[in-house]
Protein backbone atom coordinates (compact mmCIF):
# COMPACT_ATOMS: atom_id res chain seq x y z
CA UNK A 1 0.00 0.00 0.00
CA UNK A 2 1.31 3.69 -0.88
CA UNK A 3 1.31 6.37 1.57
CA UNK A 4 -0.39 9.21 0.28
CA UNK A 5 2.08 12.11 -0.45
CA UNK A 6 2.01 14.48 3.07
CA UNK A 7 1.39 18.73 2.26
CA UNK A 8 3.19 20.92 4.22
CA UNK A 9 1.96 24.73 4.03
CA UNK A 10 3.64 27.85 5.70
CA UNK A 11 1.27 30.49 6.66
CA UNK A 12 2.99 33.35 6.52
CA UNK A 13 2.90 37.33 6.54
CA UNK A 14 4.80 39.87 4.25
CA UNK A 15 7.87 41.51 6.56
CA UNK A 16 7.63 38.75 9.11
CA UNK A 17 11.01 38.06 9.66
CA UNK A 18 10.61 34.87 11.81
CA UNK A 19 8.13 33.49 8.69
CA UNK A 20 11.51 34.15 6.60
CA UNK A 21 13.49 31.55 8.96
CA UNK A 22 11.07 29.36 9.04
CA UNK A 23 10.35 28.74 5.58
CA UNK A 24 14.29 28.09 5.43
CA UNK A 25 13.89 25.44 7.76
CA UNK A 26 11.13 23.82 5.62
CA UNK A 27 12.41 23.94 2.85
CA UNK A 28 16.05 22.62 3.85
CA UNK A 29 13.17 19.86 5.78
CA UNK A 30 10.87 18.98 3.07
CA UNK A 31 13.69 19.30 0.15
CA UNK A 32 15.31 16.26 2.23
CA UNK A 33 11.94 14.61 1.66
CA UNK A 34 11.34 15.49 -2.17
CA UNK A 35 8.60 17.39 -1.07
CA UNK A 36 7.48 20.93 -1.83
CA UNK A 37 6.54 23.76 0.76
CA UNK A 38 3.26 25.81 0.09
CA UNK A 39 3.28 29.40 1.55
CA UNK A 40 0.07 30.92 1.79
CA UNK A 41 0.10 34.82 3.17
CA UNK A 42 -3.12 35.03 5.57
CA UNK A 43 -3.54 38.99 4.82
CA UNK A 44 -3.66 38.55 1.11
CA UNK A 45 -6.00 35.61 1.00
CA UNK A 46 -8.01 37.28 3.60
CA UNK A 47 -10.71 37.96 0.06
CA UNK A 48 -11.15 34.18 -0.59
CA UNK A 49 -10.16 33.15 3.05
CA UNK A 50 -10.63 35.46 5.59
CA UNK A 51 -10.93 32.50 8.30
CA UNK A 52 -6.78 31.66 7.94
CA UNK A 53 -5.87 35.15 9.26
CA UNK A 54 -8.85 35.33 12.08
CA UNK A 55 -7.47 31.73 13.13
CA UNK A 56 -3.69 32.36 13.00
CA UNK A 57 -3.20 35.44 11.91
CA UNK A 58 -1.97 36.43 15.57
CA UNK A 59 0.97 33.63 15.36
CA UNK A 60 2.38 33.47 12.82
CA UNK A 61 4.12 31.67 11.22
CA UNK A 62 2.02 28.39 11.45
CA UNK A 63 2.98 25.02 9.92
CA UNK A 64 0.63 23.00 8.41
CA UNK A 65 0.99 18.95 7.79
CA UNK A 66 -2.37 17.94 5.44
CA UNK A 67 -3.99 21.02 6.63
CA UNK A 68 -4.20 20.46 9.89
CA UNK A 69 -1.41 22.57 12.91
CA UNK A 70 1.60 21.39 13.04
CA UNK A 71 3.63 24.16 14.97
CA UNK A 72 3.95 27.61 15.58
CA UNK A 73 6.34 30.73 15.80
CA UNK A 74 9.08 27.89 15.14
CA UNK A 75 9.29 24.91 13.49
CA UNK A 76 9.50 21.99 15.20
CA UNK A 77 11.69 19.64 13.44
CA UNK A 78 12.50 16.62 15.25
CA UNK A 79 8.57 16.25 14.98
CA UNK A 80 8.40 16.96 11.81
CA UNK A 81 10.92 15.02 10.54
CA UNK A 82 9.30 11.87 12.47
CA UNK A 83 5.84 12.94 10.65
CA UNK A 84 7.30 12.96 7.33
CA UNK A 85 9.11 10.03 7.52
CA UNK A 86 6.12 7.95 8.49
CA UNK A 87 4.49 9.45 5.61
CA UNK A 88 7.65 7.75 3.55
CA UNK A 89 7.37 4.61 5.21
CA UNK A 90 11.11 4.92 6.89
CA UNK A 91 12.35 5.57 10.12
CA UNK A 92 13.84 9.41 10.55
CA UNK A 93 16.41 11.21 8.61
Known sequence: MTNPTPTVT?????????????????????????????????????????????????RLPVVLLNGREHSYFDVDEPRLR????RFAGRDGK
Not at 82 to 85: H, N, R, T, V, Y
Open 10 to 58: LLTRAGCGMCTTALAQLQTICGDFGLPVATVDVDAAVATDPSLRAEYGD
Open 82 to 85: ADLS
